[in-house]
């Protein structure tokens, strides 16, 4: 229930004073049930009071000792230079079924607003791998894991690209991508088959508009330590590429 993550997080306070200081805690940090006896938390913590980066870090929970038994670090930097994060978020979808698998989900969304104008969701996925200690030793260590399988895959692009006023050069631009779970596995994960779908609406100088609309698949096999993406097969944003696959 949300008051229980909300008493979890309560119970860990992850995020700096400098992050609180521009963000409500919310905004920066969620937490997730894995089972009745851990949960996982996500922070987004700003690195430093002069810069736009932000440090994402996992932390798995031990519920019945209220302990921290693994944390994890992603080695890249959340950039803000183009765009203001604006939440970070576990995805409640069901990114594997197979038993005693935890695929866990991280959206971060950014926006940006102004003559030019987007928001994009990027998804994340890690594997948790439990492996409690010893249960015969309550202070014995857990040897969990925790694996960043899946990275920065854009879930979901929107951007207006509009005059201040009359007829001028303008698009509209919406991408989306969904995941579909397969029942084929490689290396103990679920094959994932990727679509995409992506719709532009340009307007000229005389107010005349043309709509252009693209379709796009793909199928994501784990290979033991991710799951691999074809770059060139992705809808990409001709205004805003640089901004999208950052």
């Known amino acids: 229930s949300p008051k229980q993550k909300s008493e979890i997080i309560a119970r860990h306070p992850l995020l ?9 805690s919310d905004q920066r940090a969620d937490c997730i049930l894995l089972n009745t006896a851990y949960s996982l938390i ?6 430093s009071p002069d810069n736009n980066l932000y440090q994402i870090k996992l932390y798995l929970i031990d519920q019945k000792n209220n302990l921290i038994t693994n944390q994890y670090t992603l080695p890249k930097m959340f950039n803000e230079e183009n765009g203001a994060l604006s939440s970070i978020q576990f995805d409640h979808s069901v990114f ?32 948790i791998n439990l492996q409690p200690g010893n249960p015969s030793n309550p202070n014995s260590p857990s040897n969990s894991q ?37 029942p084929s596995q490689q290396h103990g994960l679920q094959d994932i088959l990727l679509k995409q ?11 005349k508009v043309s709509r252009e609309q693209h379709k796009s698949q793909q199928l994501l096999k784990f290979d033991g330590h991710q799951y691999r993406i074809n770059q060139a ?9 640089g901004m999208i696959n950052n």
């Open 146 to 182: 925790i694996q960043w399988v899946l990275q920065g895959l854009v879930t979901h692009f929107s951007s207006s690209w509009r005059p201040s006023y009359g007829c001028d050069t303008g698009t509209n631009e919406e991408i989306r991508s969904i995941l579909i779970l397969q």
């Open 96 to 127: 594997s079924n197979v038993a005693h698998r935890h695929v866990i989900g991280v959206n971060t969304t950014q926006y940006n607003f102004g003559h030019a104008s987007y928001e994009k969701k990027v998804l994340n996925l890690f594997q």
């Open 197 to 207: 779908s992506q719709k532009i609406e340009d307007s000229d100088e005389q107010c």
């Open 233 to 241: 097969q992705l809808l990409k944003s001709e205004d805003f590429s």
């Open 42 to 47: 996500v922070t987004a913590n700003a690195d």
């Open 16 to 24: 700096s004073k400098e992050t609180l200081k521009h963000a409500e």
